[in-house]
């Protein structure tokens, strides 16, 4: 746990000491008039750079919102029905990497975002962006900021970091689309297809998550997803709290 809390500030102050040194915006100074062919070589060149800065800004914050975010609150959300003592922790170590790792993507995201484009913010997907790199980074100092299970303030803490890190993952997903379009509309290149492919993700994602609590009811029914059914078995039989506790602990 303190490994995890060190690593995690160590990665804070590093990424936050990299947005304070690196440029806010870099522009490229035009050549004096020359060769007319050198100069359209330069600009090709240049234009083929920005795309694929563009092209890797894209991946690093759906890495991040679109994948990594989500996969953790699945993961923390897996450990509310787990009783042995080291799957929590394993689940909890997962959450606790995923978040951090998926907060460093989004800050090499806005450092490629303040460094090589022009950031007049006259569109939703720049505004908004601004907006959750600062959630990001409350959410992940309030989750180091942790308080014990049993104090006073654990379930204020544990509200809020719910409903921020619920709203910043949503949030997320929406700048995606939004940032797709921006991509179409500064490269003209279709978009059709990474539309699709992050539609569908988000769906399977949606359907896991709502999947979670019903997957245990339909266990209990002995009922496999069919039309014949199935005998219960020694995991389905309901067994006394005191028997359910003894065969978790040695599960474990």
Same mark, same amino acid.
């Given at each position: 746990?303190?490994?995890?809390?060190?690593?995690?500030?160590?990665?804070?102050?590093?990424?936050?000491?990299?947005?304070?040194?690196?440029?806010?915006?870099?522009?490229?100074?035009?050549?004096?008039?020359?060769?007319?062919? #050198?100069?359209?070589?330069?600009?090709?060149?240049?234009?083929?750079?920005?795309?694929?800065?563009?092209?890797?800004?894209?991946?690093?914050?759906?890495?991040?919102?679109?994948?990594?975010?989500?996969?953790?609150?699945?993961?923390?959300?897996?450990? #509310?029905?787990?009783?042995?003592?080291? @799957?929590?922790?394993?689940?909890?170590?997962?959450?606790?990497?995923?978040?951090?790792?998926?907060?460093?993507?989004?800050?090499?995201?806005?450092?490629?975002?303040? @460094?090589?484009?022009?950031?007049?913010?006259?569109?939703? #997907?720049?505004?908004?962006?601004?907006?959750?790199?600062?959630?990001?980074?409350?959410?992940?100092?309030? $989750?180091?900021?942790?308080?014990?299970?049993?104090?006073? $303030?654990?379930?204020?803490?544990?509200?809020?970091?719910?409903?921020? $890190?619920?709203?910043?993952?949503?949030?997320?997903?929406?700048?995606?689309?939004?940032?797709?379009?921006?991509?179409?509309?500064?490269?003209?290149? $279709?978009?059709?297809?990474?539309?699709?492919i992050f539609t569908a993700e988000f769906c399977?994602?949606?359907?896991?998550?709502?999947?979670?609590?019903?997957?245990?009811?339909?266990?209990?029914?002995?009922?496999?997803?069919?039309?014949?059914?199935?005998?219960?078995?020694?995991?389905?039989?309901?067994?006394?709290?005191?028997?359910?506790?003894?065969?978790?602990?040695?599960?474990?």
């Open positions: 746990m303190q490994f995890l809390q060190k690593l995690g500030f160590f990665c804070i102050h590093a990424s936050v000491l990299l947005l304070l040194v690196s440029p806010l915006v870099s522009s490229s100074k035009e050549h004096t008039k020359g060769a007319s062919s #050198h100069e359209d070589n330069n600009i090709h060149k240049m234009s083929h750079k920005l795309l694929f800065e563009i092209t890797l800004h894209g991946f690093l914050l759906w890495a991040s919102m679109g994948f990594l975010m989500p996969l953790g609150i699945l993961v923390i959300r897996m450990s #509310h029905r787990v009783e042995c003592g080291r @799957r929590l922790r394993i689940l909890f170590y997962v959450h606790g990497l995923s978040e951090l790792l998926s907060v460093l993507l989004a800050t090499a995201g806005a450092v490629m975002s303040f @460094r090589n484009f022009n950031n007049s913010f006259n569109n939703k #997907h720049q505004r908004v962006g601004v907006g959750l790199y600062g959630l990001i980074w409350l959410q992940a100092l309030i $989750g180091f900021v942790r308080p014990q299970r049993g104090s006073k $303030g654990r379930s204020i803490w544990f509200s809020v970091h719910w409903i921020l $890190g619920t709203a910043v993952s949503l949030l997320g997903i929406l700048n995606i689309y939004t940032g797709l379009q921006a991509y179409h509309e500064k490269t003209s290149k $279709g978009i059709r297809l990474w539309t699709i399977f994602i949606a359907f896991f998550y709502l999947f979670q609590d019903k997957w245990v009811y339909i266990r209990k029914q002995g009922v496999i997803l069919g039309s014949d059914p199935v005998r219960p078995t020694m995991d389905q039989v309901v067994l006394p709290p005191e028997k359910q506790k003894e065969l978790v602990t040695e599960s474990c």
